[in-house]
Nanobody, 129 residues
């Protein structure tokens, strides 16, 4: 089992920044790819960003982003602290949603909901215009 707890959400004006954090506990954190998803009211949950697991050798990209956030969001991880982060800059009102952290053992850069094994409870991000 992996337990995930998000924090860092809040209310911010358009153009502002927020940094979300996700604290993981349980199994070996570095063995899991980590992702961020979001869900706006009345909409389906959608992929935001992911970062690959840290074990093994890999020469390809270690992060992947949805087109809607590419260049504005940055995902990172600190395996020593069992933490994953989502730095969100140049926020727009359309970024308003509940943001979820998730862990996957299925793929190195998972983008589909069913590829994730564990989910946090979510943190609200509201961007005002």
């Amino acid at each position: 089992q992996v337990q995930l707890v998000e924090s860092g959400g809040g209310l911010v004006q358009a153009g502002g920044s927020l940094r979300l954090s996700c604290a993981a506990s349980g199994r070996i954190f570095s063995n899991y790819a980590m992702g961020w998803f979001r869900q706006a009211p009345g909409k389906e949950r959608e992929f935001v960003a992911c970062i690959s697991w840290s074990t093994g050798s890999w020469s390809g990209d270690s992060t992947y982003y949805a087109n809607s956030v590419k260049g504005r969001f940055d995902v990172s991880r600190d395996d020593a602290k069992n933490m994953v982060y989502l730095q969100m800059d140049s926020l727009k009102p359309e970024d308003t949603a509940v943001y979820y952290c998730a862990a996957s053992s299925a793929a190195r850069l998972p983008v589909l909901i069913y590829e994730y094994d564990y989910w946090g409870q979510g943190t609200q991000v509201t961007v005002s215009s």
